[in-house]
């Protein structure tokens, strides 16, 4: 079985403090620390699952710069079996269609049966990358995945759906799957382990090696423009209601009326 698991670097927002960059359309990432988005983490899981199995090679695949190799030796470190990385400036700024613009170029020419993302990044949080690939590579997808087996020519997927339910539905492989957090645990990765791939090759490819135009990537072929980025204006300090139960929703109901709420 050959499986291709789409991930990506992103920082660690949880205590950041936040700061704009000087050009107004982005963070400031000096003080940031990376690594593996987390709905990418189950999909590495996944990936190694089904090869451990039913055999086959695990291929990681993420767009970015050198620093993005990090993500993907922590990949080959929980058991994929080789990396790309597409580096390209041409890349740069690019919206989620353009990503997967990127991927499916990569994709298009390597042997597949699972196409495995995340189901969204902490940082973009669009969750369209994989629907998007999906499309272009034109095989079915199913999205928000909290269950995976594969059985000969088909995959069976519990996954979530609205109303907070889960449903189960069969497709024929190859498919492509985005990953939903409790798909799995996804397996510790040690120092060691990182040290043991540190010196496995990693293949880069750029725009040209793809045969994609710089036109057809990044900003240029974006369908969204990120025009900038506005911190929220800081609110008045909330009022703290004391004393009893009864009180507090006294003083409650009587703060709505002054403010046309009731």
């Keep these: 079985m050959d499986i291709i698991v789409c991930i990506k670097r992103v920082p660690d927002l949880a205590e950041a403090g936040l700061e704009i960059a000087a050009d107004g359309r982005g963070l400031r ?9 987390e709905w990418d983490d ?9 090869k451990e199995q039913h055999g086959g090679v695990v291929t990681a695949i993420t767009v970015g710069d050198e620093d993005a190799e990090e993500v993907l030796r922590r990949a080959l470190a929980m058991g994929a079996d080789q990396a790309i990385l597409l580096d390209d400036a041409a890349f740069a700024g690019a919206d989620p269609f353009a990503i997967a613009t990127a991927l499916h170029a990569c994709i298009r020419s390597l042997p597949f049966d699972v196409v495995l993302c995340g189901a969204v990044t902490s940082d973009g949080a669009s969750g369209q ?3 998007m690939l999906a499309a272009l590579l034109d095989v079915p997808q199913v999205a928000l995945a ?5 059985d000969g ?10 109303g907070g339910l889960e449903r189960e539905v069969e497709v024929a492989l190859p498919c492509l799957i985005t990953a939903q957090s409790g798909l799995n645990q996804p397996r510790y990765v040690s120092i060691r382990g990182i040290r043991k791939v540190a010196d496995v090759a990693i293949a880069a490819r750029s725009a040209g090696d793809l ?11 974006s369908r969204v ?17 004391e004393g009893s139960l ?11 009326r002054e403010r046309g709420g009731l």
């Design 153 to 162: 020519g088909r995959a069976r997927v519990r996954h979530e759906v609205e």
């Design 211 to 221: 045969g994609l135009a710089a036109t057809a990537v990044g900003e240029a072929g």
């Design 225 to 241: 423009r990120l025009e900038g980025l506005l911190l929220p204006p800081a609110g008045k300090r909330a009022e703290i209601l």
């Design 246 to 256: 009864d009180a507090a929703v006294a003083t409650l109901v009587e703060r709505l």
């Design 42 to 50: 189950y999909a590495v899981e996944a990936a190694v699952r089904l």
């Design 129 to 131: 990358v994989g629907g």
């Design 146 to 150: 909290t269950g995976l087996e594969v």
């Design 29 to 37: 990432t000096e003080d940031l620390d990376f690594d593996i988005n």
